[in-house]
T-cell receptor
Framework: AQSVAQPEDQVNVAEGNPLTVKCTYSVSGNPYLFWYVQYPNRGLQFLLKYITGDNLVKGSYGFEAEFNKSQTSFHLKKPSALVSDSALYFCAVRWVEDSSYKLIFGSGTRLLVRP | GAGVSQSPSNKVTEKGKDVELRCDPISGHTALYWYRQSLGQGLEFLIYFQGNSAPDKSGLPSDRFSAERTGGSVSTLTIQRTQQEDSAVYLC?????????????FGPGTRLTVL
């Protein structure tokens, strides 16, 4: 079955340290991969996406993600975390071969950046 | 221009009543999606509209749920005979065109509480 996994419910990091939020997807064709962030009582905001080409994609607010086909992963990273990065992060995938265009979301990872 | 808007932002209803949730997509976006986010869970796809094509209703959890999109713009999600398990945040999103690589832009959501 098509799926995407975020193995960590929560990630804790100190401000100024690098952060990684993990995402893996099931192998079922060619993926389009997305990261979204959700702040309290807000909708989801698009951060970045991988479509094709360079495996390292850069997005909003200094975030980046690396597509690794052999490991079927698309981990979100930031070199230096800010307290304001604390939020709920969702990885999502859509397969090129899927005509429905719906996104399959991971269960979300709560990022807590402590001062 | 304006982002995706949803109304109402909060809705409290009694079990057995019908509710209507409204979504106004970004102008020019031909694709529109409804998702449900239950407490502590990820996002669950409900329904997808693309232009004048027949909608993809594969995510609707029961026949109590229905949605329509008038004039290729505004959409209404209707839940009949609401149940307590329908309590969730209902998110609407829109995107450009038919390309699966287009990111979806989300509204702030409608928080539905069924008493």
């Amino acid at each position: 079955a098509q799926s995407v996994a975020q193995p960590e419910d929560q990630v804790n990091v100190a401000e100024g340290n690098p952060l990684t939020v993990k995402c893996t997807y099931s192998v079922s064709g060619n993926p389009y991969l997305f990261w979204y962030v959700q702040y309290p009582n807000r909708g989801l905001q698009f951060l970045l996406k991988y479509i094709t080409g360079d495996n390292l994609v850069k997005g909003s607010y200094g975030f980046e993600a690396e597509f690794n086909k052999s490991q079927t992963s698309f981990h979100l990273k930031k070199p230096s975390a800010l307290v304001s990065d604390s939020a709920l992060y969702f990885c999502a995938v859509r397969w090129v071969e899927d005509s429905s265009y719906k996104l399959i979301f991971g269960s979300g990872t709560r990022l807590l950046v402590r001062p | 221009g304006a982002g995706v808007s949803q109304s109402p932002s909060n809705k409290v209803t009694e079990k057995g009543k019908d509710v209507e949730l409204r979504c106004d997509p970004i102008s020019g976006h031909t694709a529109l999606y409804w998702y449900r986010q239950s407490l502590g869970q990820g996002l669950e796809f409900l329904i997808y509209f693309q232009g004048n094509s027949a909608p993809d209703k594969s995510g609707l959890p029961s026949d109590r749920f229905s949605a329509e999109r008038t004039g290729g713009s505004v959409s209404t999600l209707t839940i009949q005979r609401t149940q307590q398990e329908d309590s969730a945040v209902y998110l609407c999103a829109s995107s450009r065109g038919t390309g699966g690589y287009n990111e979806q832009f989300f509204g702030p959501g409608t928080r539905l509480t069924v008493l």
